[in-house]
Nanobody, 126 residues
Framework: QVQLVESGGGLVQAGGSLRLSCTASGRTFSNYAMGWFRQAPGKEREFVAAISPRGGMTYYADSVKGRFTITRDNAKNTAVLQMNSLKPEDTAVYYC???????????????????WGQGTQVTVSS
């Protein structure tokens, strides 16, 4: 059974930075794409970023492109979302997710991810 544990959320002022980490267990981490999603109060959960199994391909929502960076360390079973130049509209619960199928590099809808972390709160004050 896959387990995903996020850490690194918190409160930060606008313009600041936060680093979210997600540690996975339960199956061969390096075979699966990883993603980050977020859900703001009163809104639907949305895609933020995704990274292919070996880390060679990354994808970002337009709203975070140029500010957020997704990386992974397959030796440590960890995916990281580095968030810079944070804005109040980035405030949300952020979720780490693992793809349902191995070796996928380009299908990153929410329904493609079958395992989810518990979420970590990110609050950006103005």
């Amino acid at each position: 059974q896959v387990q995903l544990v996020e850490s690194g959320g918190g409160l930060v002022q606008a313009g600041g930075s936060l680093r979210l980490s997600c540690t996975a267990s339960g199956r061969t981490f390096s075979n699966y794409a990883m993603g980050w999603f977020r859900q703001a109060p009163g809104k639907e959960r949305e895609f933020v970023a995704a990274i292919s199994p070996r880390g060679g391909m990354t994808y970002y929502a337009d709203s975070v492109k140029g500010r957020f960076t997704i990386t992974r360390d397959n030796a440590k079973n960890t995916a990281v979302l580095q968030m810079n130049s944070l804005k109040p509209e980035d405030t949300a619960v952020y979720y780490c997710a693992q793809h349902r199928r191995p070796f996928i590099t380009n299908q990153f809808q929410q329904t493609d991810f079958g395992s989810w972390g518990q979420g970590t709160q990110v609050t950006v004050s103005s």
